[in-house]
C-alpha cells in the first residue's frame, strides 16, 4: 500500500511539474533550461571576466604603471616575475598589459564582424524567405557566386589592397561571412511563412513589413542568438589567422592574433610569448562556442 501512495505522489508530483512546465512561456523555458545548464553558465561566467578585464586594460595600465608600446631593450624576453607578471616581449614590452589590450581589439574585431555579418544574412535571408520568386532566385544567386570564393585569398587580397585599420578588417571579415547566416534564416522563414497564422494575418489586412518584423522575425531570432556565437568566435579565428600570415592587425596596435604569431620565432627561447595569447584565444573561443551550444539547446523546442 505505502509503495502504491508513494507512486501516487510521484504521479502527482510529476504531473504538477508538467502543469508548471506548460504554463511557462517559451523564453521562460529557454531561460530555465539555461539556468540549469552548468556548463553553459562557467562559459557565461568566462567570457565576462575575459571582457571585463580587457575593457578594463587602461586601469590596470595605470596601477602597475606600464603602458602597452613602452620599450626596454634591457628587459627584452625576461621570465614571468613579480615586476613582470608574464614576462615581456622581444621589445621589452609587458606582456601581461599587451595581452589586456590586445584584448580589447579581438574582441571588437568579434562582435562587428558579428554584427555586420548578422544584419546582411538576416536582411536578406528574410527577403527571400518572404518574398520567393525572382528575389528569391536573385539572392541565392548571390550566395552561390560569393560563397564559392575562396575566402582565404580574397581576404589577404583586401588586405594587401586597402591596408584596412581594426574596423575595416572586421568589416571585411563580415562582409563575406553571411552567407550560412542567410540560408539558415531563408529555411526558417519559408517554414514559418507557409503557417495558416500568416495567412491570416494577411487576410486580415496586414502589411509585408508588419508580416516579417511582428510575426516571422521572432522566430528567426533564437537562430540569430546561435549564429552570432559562432561569428565571433570564427572572426577572432580568422583575424588570428590573417595575422600569423602578416595581413591581420598591423603593430603596434596588439591583437591575440599578432602576439600569437609574432611569439612563433621565439617558441624555444621564450615560451611564455606563445602561451598567453593562445591561452587567451583558446579560452575565449571555447566559451563562446559553449555558450552557443547551450542557446542552442535551450531555444530548440523539442527539448523543455
Not at 46 to 67: E, Q, R, V, Y
Not at 282 to 297: E, H, K, Y
Request: glycine letters at 8%; hydrophobic letters at 50%.
Amino acid at each position: 500500500m505505502s509503495e502504491i501512495a508513494s507512486a501516487g505522489s510521484f504521479s502527482a508530483v510529476d504531473r504538477a511539474q508538467a502543469a508548471g512546465t506548460a504554463s511557462l512561456s517559451y523564453w521562460q523555458r529557454a531561460y530555465r533550461h539555461v539556468r540549469r545548464d552548468r556548463v553553459t553558465l562557467f562559459a557565461c561566467a568566462l567570457l565576462l571576466l575575459i571582457t571585463l578585464l580587457s575593457l578594463a586594460a587602461p586601469m590596470f595600465g595605470h596601477l602597475l604603471n606600464k603602458d602597452p608600446a613602452t620599450q626596454d631593450l634591457l628587459s627584452r624576453l625576461e621570465k614571468p616575475t613579480h615586476a613582470h607578471w608574464l614576462g615581456t616581449d622581444e621589445l621589452g614590452r609587458d606582456i601581461l598589459i599587451r595581452l589586456l589590450y590586445a584584448g580589447r581589439i579581438s574582441l571588437l574585431i568579434g562582435v562587428l564582424a558579428m554584427l555586420t555579418s548578422l544584419v546582411i544574412g538576416v536582411s536578406l535571408g528574410v527577403l527571400g524567405g518572404f518574398f520567393r520568386r525572382w528575389v528569391d532566385d536573385a539572392i541565392n544567386g548571390i550566395i552561390q557566386t560569393t560563397i564559392n570564393i575562396p575566402l582565404l585569398f580574397l581576404l589577404i587580397l583586401l588586405s594587401v589592397i586597402f591596408s584596412p585599420g581594426v574596423v575595416g578588417l572586421a568589416l571585411i571579415l563580415g562582409l563575406f561571412s553571411w552567407q550560412g547566416t542567410a540560408r539558415q534564416v531563408r529555411a526558417i522563414v519559408l517554414s514559418v511563412s507557409q503557417r495558416d497564422y500568416i495567412d491570416a494575418a494577411r487576410v486580415l489586412g496586414s502589411s509585408n513589413g508588419r508580416l516579417m518584423f511582428r510575426h516571422i522575425f521572432p522566430n528567426v531570432i533564437s537562430t540569430v542568438l546561435v549564429v552570432a556565437g559562432f561569428d565571433i568566435a570564427g572572426a577572432i579565428l580568422a583575424e588570428s589567422g590573417l595575422s600569423a600570415l602578416g595581413f591581420g592587425v598591423q603593430p603596434p596596435t596588439a591583437s591575440w592574433g599578432n602576439m600569437l604569431s609574432k611569439s612563433f620565432q621565439y617558441a624555444l627561447k621564450a615560451p611564455w610569448l606563445v602561451v598567453s595569447p593562445g591561452v587567451m584565444i583558446f579560452l575565449t573561443v571555447l566559451s563562446v562556442f559553449l555558450i552557443a551550444d547551450g542557446l542552442r539547446d535551450a531555444l530548440d523546442p523539442r527539448i523543455s
